[in-house]
């Protein structure tokens, strides 16, 4: 299954070496910053690590809005010969605000489907799909933009879950900083975010580098592990990749 992530990897990279891109967000991290990509531009995340696999597609093809479908692939016993299953994930993102300088603003998304880092503790694959959620992207540039703070508060409620079929809500963070220090194509960035409540997952952390040489491509890699255990994300290595704004079906503001 690696294999042919990495294969897709390479090929996609490849196939998308001309693309234009705005400035990049997510990455691999938990984290999302409030922008919503131009209308029209496709957005394509491929992550190969130690725990996880990702895919994930984003499509803006409304004025401010995105639309994301991801596919997560599992490796929990780290070894690469084996994998422990997948999941899916889809959700839509709004911009509501953005300043003046196009630097800062807020966003609300919601979907359905969980992300790895909110599935481990008592989450497992078959529920995944029995979980809803909704977050507000807030994003504050600080020290004359050579800082840039990510905030995500949200909630999530998961039906049927357990033996006892309970609905349980629990509340969801993240939070992530990333920091310019010798230019602005290259970031520090770290973040923590968990979740509390009835599918509690443990406090995880990231730290990586992330690096934006042009407006075709960007490059991140990073560490992530659990505070108070062993099952963290591990070593990552993500591609961030976009489209020409060739997916409208709505009308450019």
Request: proline fraction near 6%; aromatic fraction near 16%; hydrophobic fraction near 35%.
């Amino acid at each position: 299954m690696k294999s042919f992530t990495v294969t897709l990897a390479v090929v996609t990279t490849i196939a998308v070496g001309a693309l234009l891109c705005p400035r990049a967000a997510a990455q691999q991290f938990n984290s999302d910053n409030y922008l919503s990509k131009p209308h029209g531009v496709a957005t394509i995340i491929l992550t190969v690590g130690d725990r996880n696999d990702i895919l994930m597609n984003t499509f803006s093809l409304f004025p401010r809005w995105e639309f994301t479908a991801a596919v997560y692939l599992y490796n929990w016993d780290h070894d690469p010969t084996t994998d422990e299953g997948y999941s899916t994930s889809y959700y839509l993102k709004y911009m509501i605000y953005e300043n003046e300088q196009k630097t800062g603003g807020v966003a609300a998304k919601a979907g359905t489907g969980l992300d790895p880092g909110y599935l481990l503790d008592n989450v497992g694959l078959k529920d995944a799909f029995k979980t809803y959620w909704t977050n507000a992207p807030f994003t504050l540039p600080l020290f004359n933009n050579t800082v840039s703070w990510d905030l995500m508060p949200g909630a999530s409620v998961t039906f049927d879950y357990g033996e006892n079929k309970r609905t349980e809500p629990s509340f969801t963070y993240s939070t992530r900083v990333a920091w310019y220090a010798w230019s602005p194509t290259t970031s520090i960035v770290g973040e923590v975010f968990g979740s509390e409540g009835g599918t509690h997952s443990l406090p995880e952390y990231k730290l990586g580098l992330r690096w934006e040489p042009n407006q075709y491509v960007v490059y991140a890699l990073s560490y992530g592990q659990e505070f108070n255990g062993d099952n963290g994300a591990g070593a990552e290595f993500g591609i961030m990749l976009f489209t020409p704004p060739f997916a409208k079906l709505g009308k450019s503001k």
